[in-house]
Structure formats: C-alpha cells, structure tokens
C-alpha cells in the first residue's frame, strides 16, 4: 500500500498535504474559521504551533458571533474569504441571494478524502492515469445562516510539486442565489518576506508572453483578461517570487489558471504586509444563477512550488501540463515538421502553387504540409466566410481531396486551418442564421478584422459548426488541424438566456467551445490538433488540454521570438510551442536575419516552415535540408527533455538557454548576441542539468569536456561578428 498523501489530524483540525516535495496545511481554526497555515518545502510533521496569533486591532472587528477582540478574520489567513463578516481584504466570492444581500460567513463543515483525483465536468484540467498517483481534500464550507456550501479541493500528486485547487458553489437554500464573483483559489500568506515579487506574462498580439516582475507594494495588483479569451495582453499565470529568488535558487509559487477565457488574478497586500491571492473566472461581466439543488465548479489552478527557483518551477509545470493536462494519441508523440503557406500565398493561391511547394517541400525532408486559411466558402480576403466549412468551388482544382491525396501521395502529411467559433457577415451561415451571431439583438455589433463571435454557448450553432467540420474531415484525409480564433469577444449578450442571466454568455461560451473540442478531438483522435489565436492569444492549460501545441505568435522574427519564446517557457513546456522559419525581411518587423539564425530559434520549439519554398536558392536548400536531419536527430531532445533558461534576453543583448534528455546522456544548447558589439565582451554561460562527472562530446568540433567543467567554468560564446548570431551546441556522452 503505497504513503498517505494526506493527514488528518481531527483533534487540532489539521489538514496536512505532502509529499517529498511539498507540504500544504490548513486547519479549522476557533469558531470553524478554516486558516492557511503553510504551502512550501516538504515538513516531516507538522505539531501545531503555529496558530495565528492573537491581537486586538482597531477596526478589524470579530468574528461575527464571537466577542473576542483578538480574533478577527480582517488579518486572519483563511482558505476561502467571506463577504461581509469584517474581512476588509479583496472578498474569494460575491453571492447573492434573493432578498438581494449578498452578505455571506463561510464556516468549515465537513470533508472528504478521496483518492486519486474528481474530473471536473466540462472543463478541461489535470488528469491522473493511475488511482495513486494523487489523492484530493475536499473540504466543506457552509454559509452561518443559509444552505450555500462551497466545496474546496485540493490534489496533491505524489510526484510532483504540484497542489490542483478548485471550488464548487452548491445551492440548498430553497430558492434561486447568484454567483457574482467565485475564486478557484485564495491563498493568504503570512508576513514573513518570504515573497515580495510578482512575475508575469504580458504582451500584446505579435508580442505575447514577456517577461515583467516587479516588487508588491500595499494595494492590490491585478492582472486579468477581459477579451473573452485567456489572451495575448496578460496571460493566466503568474508567479510569487522571494526577493533573491532567480533562475536557479530561491522561493518560487507559480499559479497557472486551466481556462482559456476571462481571468483574474488579485494580489493584495494588506495593512500588516500579509499577501492574499486569488485566481479565478474574471468577475468583470460575469453572475452565475443556481436555482435549488444546482452547483458551479470552477475551473482549477495548478499551484506549484519550487525552492530552487524558476527553472525547477517551470520544470514542474512542463512535466505536469506535457503529462498530465495534454491528451491524445500526439501527446509523447514526436511532431511533424511542417510547412504552412500562410506567409508564403496568404490567399492567394491556386492547386498549381501548393504542388510546388509540396514538392519542394517532399525534396527538402519537410513532413507536413498545412493548408492555412482561404480554401473554404468565397474566402479571398479576411472580410468573409467564416462559418462556411466547405470547399472555395473552383479555388483548387482537383478539390481539397485532391491537394490532400497530391501531399500524401508525395509521403508527406496533410493539414488544415479552420476557425470554428467565428462568422463574417459576408458569409452563408449569417444569410441562413444571422442570430448565430452573438450580439444583442438592435444594437450594431462591434466588428473586429471584419468578423464576429458565434454564441457557442448554444447547442444549435455548435451542432451545426461540428456537423460542417465533420463533414470534411469525413470526406478529406487529415491529418492535423489548426484551430484559430482571430478576435477578442465583444457584445456579450446571448438570446439564448434570460435577461438577468446575461452575465453567464461569456462563461457558456467557453464552455461551449470545450464542449465541441471535446467531440471533436474524441472522435477524431488520429488527428494532431493545434491551438492558435491569432499567434498565441489562447496560449493556456485549458487550451492544452484539448490540442497538445499551440502557435505561439504570429511573429516569426527570430530576434523577437527570443523573447517571446523564452517568456513561454517560464510556464508552458516546449512541446506545447510551435516555432516556424518564415522569410526575410520579415513580414511582422522587416528585420533581415540569416537563415541559420532563423532556423536556430524555430529549432527551440516545435519546428517548422512558414515561407514560399518555390523562392528558396540552392544553397538554402542545402541549409534547409541539414536543419531538417539536425532538428530530427535532437527532436525527442527538445520536444521532450528538460528545459533550461541560462540567461535572458530581456536583461541584456544575450540569450542562452538548454536542453537535457532523462538519462542526462545528450543535451542541446543555444546561444546568442543580439546585436554586434565593436569591442566585444567575451560573454560566458555557465551550463546546468549535465552529470558532473561524465564526458560530453560536442558533435560538431569531437572535443570532449566533462559536465562539471562545462557546468562550472562555463563556455565562451564564439567569437560572433554582426547584429543577430546564433549558435546550438549538441553534446553527447562519451
Ligand atoms: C491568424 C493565425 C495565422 C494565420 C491567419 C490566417 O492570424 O495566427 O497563423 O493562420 O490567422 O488568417
């Protein structure tokens, strides 16, 4: 029988989580207060001796019905805040019941502990494939006065540094309450110093994920989307950081939020410098009705902790979200290379152009043609067709069958773009269901590259969507999918609800949208889907959870991918990272770079092309073609060893990061100057992750070096000359 997870001690109410990692506790304190002690470093036992201390504070008053002045749930570190029983500090959840007040006092009630680890219905989170691989707390809070009982889980893995938190709002109070605000998660801390940082990931379409850390002052700090989606502009995870916390030491709790729509994380800090952070669905133009006897799960948050800083932190989380958030046949599979035509025809192509391409492709080693946007309905330009999946008549000669049979007749496979959850106005579908559209009916909705949302909250518009992708995935060959989604959500109103139900469109959206990537990626399991939204705009756990990768961004700029590519990273395994070689200039920068430059970046990813083939010299087919044999002979290395960072390109005109295969026996790294330097430094990196003691050859020069010497004395980078130079190691034990 395998370790506990879990201990329960009933006399002192303590709840105590662990592993060899980590430890969460929590204990019901006086008056069924449920407190956070500690999340953090693996303790042996835990023997109570750190009860919140007691202390009168001037206008932090009692815990309603106690008259002890020296407890007050104003300061106290609690699991779940109420609303209105004098905690002054950013309230888990607002909920209103029918006579309007929305004033609510949540005591411990009862738990459960359970093995393994609860599904969550229809939403996307981590999974456990075997029973004892994690065991769950549920513990039970219960309004004072009223039948509202929130349900907070906790799973705690055995081999992973991982706590998944989630809470479930139940209804038994006869009548009708609405939910205005529900935090998945709350996490108070102590005023130890133990954080004093925030990272995060925000950006904008083309410039997604950066890094930006800053230090907490007192207030509260959010970082949200409102778009309707996880979004380029701030995405859903950040990262508590102690002060001297780096790459490679120090304390580090990420939280990464599994939902791909509106988020927000608050971090306040309250008048005796004590943190309380909250994750969960945006309450921005959100409520949620639950009538008697109904209950709302919220999405879930993976908690993690590193005591050795970020890398260990981010490794936790590519482990988890590569293992155990991704599904399907593609999960542990090696990715094709592709070539997608976007940026070599955009749409403008004909069956002739995409044979020659094809057959480039086929010539150069490339294994995965993809057919991007423009091959359905009239769809010449970005101003119509969305929502007619179905072939652009007399746009392909011999039909989409007919490219599809050309690609795999040439041995490679075959892919295809569609944007499912849009409609254009110049479109079929608007003619024959125009309130497909999600607006409110009379008002002009607000357009965005020409095209609208489709209310995918309703079954009909999911079913008919479902049944026109179906019908060319029954009738075309396919082997990989791109799933884009090229606008922000506006004009959130749905006629399929009542008016005071409103605030629940943008909630049922998303759940609409899981809902028909679920029969979608069920049905068709051979196929290897790919999220994407305009670049990386749905870059989240949620999304992964149905698609295994993901564009990054629509910027293929090697210089800025650096960025964009290394601020993934922080939480999002590379597996999940595509990363294409486009042409130069570049069409997002203008910026000319080489094509070993080029290929170096995209090699970091999941690799492919994005240019005309047709174009390329002589001499840049020989180079495509070596890349091509070098990225399959490190594929299994990038796609599935540890990653990490070394230096970052956001603190100066260098990058360098690496890769580490299990058995510590291969590693890749890569190195770069930004710009060219007149009197150059001599930049050094100091390597990581290598055996101490065995003999790396480099495969490219046969010098041997041992992994200590590498991992302590470092290397020089060469000797770079101009802006924009690259360089991968591979090295190989002896
Ligand atoms: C989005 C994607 C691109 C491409 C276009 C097609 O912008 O991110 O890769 O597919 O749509 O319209």
Redesign the pocket.
């Known amino acids: 029988m395998s370790k506990s997870l879990i201990t329960v001690e009933k006399e002192t109410g303590v709840f105590h989580l662990h592993n060899n990692e980590i430890s969460y506790i929590l204990q019901v304190e006086d008056e069924n207060v449920l407190s956070h002690i500690y999340f953090g470093k693996r303790i042996s036992r835990y023997s109570n001796h750190k009860q919140y201390l007691r202390r009168d504070r001037g206008f932090s008053g009692n815990v309603p019905g106690q008259a002890l002045r020296e407890y007050s749930k104003d300061t106290l570190p609690q699991e779940f805040s109420s609303h209105g029983s004098m905690d002054y500090r950013i309230p888990a959840s607002i909920i209103k019941r029918e006579n309007g007040s929305n004033l609510h006092d949540f005591r411990y009630d009862s738990y459960q502990v359970v093995a393994g680890k609860p599904a969550l219905e229809g939403l996307p989170a981590a999974y456990i494939e075997a029973e004892d691989e994690a065991s769950t707390l549920i513990v039970t809070l219960k309004d004072r006065d009223q039948a509202i009982y929130l349900d907070l889980l906790y799973t705690i893995y055995r081999d992973r540094g991982v706590v998944a938190r989630s809470t479930k709002v139940r209804n038994e109070t006869g009548g009708k309450i609405s939910i205005e605000k529900i935090a998945s998660m709350q996490l108070d801390l102590t005023n130890s110093g133990r954080f004093t940082d925030v990272l995060s990931l925000p950006g904008a379409h083309v410039r997604e994920r950066h890094v930006a850390r800053e230090t907490l002052t007192n207030g509260t700090k959010v970082f949200e989307s409102r778009r309707g989606a996880s979004s380029h502009h701030m995405n859903s995870f950040v990262a508590l950081m102690g002060q001297d916390a780096n790459e490679f030491s120090g304390e580090v709790m990420g939280m990464q939020f599994v939902y791909s729509g509106n988020h927000r994380f608050e971090i306040e800090k309250d008048q005796i410098d004590q943190l309380r952070v909250l994750v969960g669905i945006n309450p921005y133009n959100f409520s949620w009705e639950l009538t008697q006897g109904e209950a709302f799960q919220t999405p879930e948050v993976l908690l993690v902790y590193s005591d050795q800083g970020l890398n260990k932190m981010s490794d936790t989380y590519h482990c988890l979200l590569r293992e155990r958030v991704a599904r399907g046949e593609h999960r542990d599979q090696e990715r094709p290379i592709l070539v997608n035509n ?1 940026e070599a025809t955009y749409f403008d192509f004909t069956s002739k152009k995409i044979e020659q391409i094809v057959d480039e492709a086929a010539d150069l080693g490339i294994e995965m043609f993809v057919l ?2 423009g091959w359905f309905g009239a769809r010449t330009s ?1 101003n119509s067709s969305l929502g007619d999946w179905f072939e652009f008549e007399g746009k392909l000669a011999n039909g989409l069958k007919g490219i599809a049979d050309y690609v795999h007749g040439k041995g490679l496979k075959f892919g295809l ?1 569609f944007e499912p959850e849009m409609i254009s106005i110049d479109s079929k579908l608007y003619q024959e269901h125009p309130d497909y559209l999600m607006q409110e009916p009379g008002r002009t909705p607000s357009s965005s590259r020409d095209q609208h949302l489709l209310d995918m909250g309703r079954k009909e518009v999911r079913e008919n969507i479902q049944q026109q992708i179906e019908s060319i995935l029954d009738s075309v060959p396919i082997d990989y999918i ?1 799933w ?1 989604m ?1 606008r922000s959500m506006s004009d959130a109103y749905s006629i399929a609800l009542a008016p005071e139900n409103q605030g629940e469109t943008a909630h049922r959206y998303m759940l609409g949208v899981y809902e028909l990537l679920e029969n979608l990626t069920t049905k068709y399991s051979n196929i290897l889907w790919e999220g ?4 990386g705009g749905r870059f989240d756990a949620g999304f992964l959870h149905y698609m295994p990768q993901s ?1 990054a961004s ?1 910027n293929t700029d090697a210089v800025e991918r650096l960025k964009i590519q290394y601020g993934t990273s922080i939480a999002y395994p590379i597996s999940n990272s595509t990363a294409h070689v486009s042409a130069v200039p570049n069409h997002q920068t203008g910026r000319v770079t080489s094509l070993k430059t080029r290929g170096d970046v995209a090699m970091c990813g999941v690799f492919g092309y994005e240019l005309d083939l047709t174009l390329l010299s002589e001499e840049e087919k020989v180079e495509i073609k070596e890349q091509i044999t070098f990225y399959q002979a490190v594929r299994p290395l990038v796609q599935f060893g540890t990653f990490i960072r070394l230096a970052s390109p956001f603190e100066g005109n260098t990058a360098a990061w690496m890769f580490v295969d299990e058995a510590k026996s291969e590693a890749m790294v890569f190195i770069t100057r930004v710009l060219g330097e007149a009197q150059p430094l001599f930049h050094e990196v100091r390597l990581a992750g290598l055996e101490p003691e065995t003999i790396y050859t480099d495969m490219e020069t046969g010098e041997t070096y041992a992994g200590d010497e590498l991992m302590n004395l470092g290397v020089y980078f060469p000797d770079f000359y101009g802006d924009f130079q690259t360089k991968l190691i591979h090295l190989k034990k002896q």
């Open positions: 976007w991007d946007d970005d773009w791109k884009d090229n994407c939204s305009g670049g564009w629509d």
